[in-house]
């Protein structure tokens, strides 16, 4: 078919992926990042606050560009909402986990060496879904483990990050839960606009010519964020 991929719904599809792609590159430094505002209330915030915490953590989740570029590259080739569902449960017990726990038991490491794994997390996934490590090795990592783990490290991130600021204990088990709960709520509204212009995106005939495009892309993003975290690292935090 002629021009395909120049046809009205392909661009109204892939655009949005593409731009996806340019503010991850463009925003890496924002990636797990907390706000003046949102300081300011986390520092200031007393006892439990089930509601705004919900809030901040749906707010980082559909704002953190690390997170939705590693989902997208996750959901790319799963056709079934069963597969989606599995894949998406197990990031969401990974981040959980190490979010609480990394809280409550002030388990600490330096944030730029997570944030730089996270990026790792985006490569993974971009190479894993070209075939990169059968091609390159014979070999590919087992994907759900894969999620599993990164989803740790995902979640760990933001824990590096609220552990630089002064939370009241009293109320923390309960506004640590709930963020969790707002940080899942993100991910769904987040997944499901991701789905749904994926889904249009593979009615077209130019999906699987692009597809290796996009994931070309994915990877570049990755390495951008890696770069930025490590020079991160050796300048500051090293």
């Known amino acids: 078919m002629k021009s395909v991929i120049h046809s009205s719904p392909v661009r109204r599809v892939t655009l949005p992926l593409t731009g996806l792609m340019l503010a991850a590159l463009a925003s890496s430094a924002m990636a797990h ?5 949102d ?3 986390i520092e200031g915030a007393s006892g439990v606050n089930i509601i705004p915490y919900m809030y901040l953590g749906a707010k980082h989740m559909v704002t953190g560009y690390d997170h939705l570029l590693f989902l997208a590259g996750v959901i790319f080739f799963l056709y079934r909402l069963k597969d989606v569902a599995a894949y998406v449960t197990l990031f969401a017990l990974g981040h959980s ?4 726990l990394g809280v409550m038991l002030d388990i600490r490491a330096n944030p730029f060496l997570i944030d730089a794994i996270i990026g790792l ?6 190479i894993d879904n070209l075939n990169g ?5 014979g070999f590919a990592p087992n994907p759900k483990a894969a999620v599993l783990i990164f989803g740790f490290f995902h ?3 933001l824990a590096t990050k609220l552990q630089e600021l002064t939370l009241a204990r009293d109320g923390m088990f309960a506004n ?5 709960i707002g940080v899942e709520m993100g991910q769904f509204m987040a997944l ?3 789905l749904l212009l994926m889904n249009l995106w593979r009615l077209s005939d130019s999906f699987r010519r692009s597809a290796i495009l996009a994931n070309a892309a994915l990877m570049t993003a990755g390495f951008v964020l890696i770069g930025y975290q490590l020079t991160g690292y050796f300048a500051k935090g090293a």
Do not use: Q
Request: hydrophobic content about 50%.
């Open 192 to 194: 499901t606009v991701i």
């Open 97 to 100: 986990t190490t979010l609480l």
């Open 155 to 157: 979640g760990f991130g």
């Open 33 to 37: 990042g907390v706000n003046e505002n």
């Open 39 to 41: 300081k300011a209330f």
């Open 133 to 137: 490590f059968r091609t390159w090795f």
């Open 176 to 180: 640590l839960v709930s963020f969790n």
């Open 121 to 126: 997390s985006v490569v993974y996934k971009a």
